[in-house]
């Protein structure tokens, strides 16, 4: 097996190629920073033997063999680290994936200090505005692609009106409208301080379309026993290309992944489709951490309450 990837975390600025080659693995960043090093594996735990290496940060090309040795080899969940100059020897893979330097703009779990405000008389803690830019990018191996999103912007307009206006995609938004009214549609979503209106991209190039929302002030809010930092989103995927199993789950892995990331108080995420949404109920079923709650009532249509749970999803190891 040799395996090439190229891995460009957010917040350093060199993007590193790790290459896989039986046994071996070479990480090369591009300050000509490398390191070798070979591995063992036996049933769920690897041993790493550092090999070679001629890093001043050494962590840092640790993290990424790390990434793609956990990337390639799904079914370990313990690496053991042997001659590596670090203070940690071991690495657990449902710890390891709550690392936002890797994957987010952000270099540490940052906690907001609370400030509480009411929205439609519902009490929420002040939220912090996300940064223009890209906010998460990881490379999914199951789909073969680099995923990120960022904040939609205007100059989506076009793209966003042609996503709407497909009937598979209009029968569920209900948002095949004409292009002033949907830009509309974006300027009052980038204003709302409760959500925060993404666009994905795969290896680039948009995909699609995902609402971010605080839950406690939103409508969904009442209708169970939420917490202060629960996350919902809405999506639609717009890249007909991009359509299919592999693709959507890694998509919603990677928003699930952003949220328990980008704040450590948030133990919840939840969805409400259509109740009569089979394909996102059927996802749900079969993927790691989601639970259907209940069906319920809002003014406007009959939705399934979905959970997906902090502990489940990091402790089963959905990445």
Known sequence: MNQEVVYSPLTSEDSFKATLNGSEITVHSTRDQKLTATFTVSENELSLFLKDTNANDVKELTDIALEHLFGSHSNVTHVQLF?????????????FYQNPALWTYKKNHTITPERWTETKGRAHPVRP?????????RYYPAAGKTLSFRLITIEDLDLFHNWHNQSRVAHFWELAKPKEEL???IQNGLNDPHQFPIIIES????????????????RLGPYYESEAFDRGFHFLIGEPSFLG???????IKSVLHFFYLDDPRTRKVMAEPRHDNQKVLKYAQASIGWTKLKEFDFPHKRAAL???RREVFFGRHAL
């Open 129 to 137: 505005r996300l940064p223009s830019g890209t906010l998460y990018r």
């Open 83 to 95: 001659q590596f100059p670090l203070e940690e020897k071991e690495s657990f893979r449902s710890e």
């Open 183 to 185: 830009r509309e549609y």
């Open 203 to 218: 290896d680039g190039k948009p995909v699609g379309y995902f609402e971010f929302y605080w839950v406690a002030e939103d």
């Open 245 to 251: 199993g592999f693709n959507t789950d890694s998509a």
């Open 306 to 308: 979905l959970e997906n």
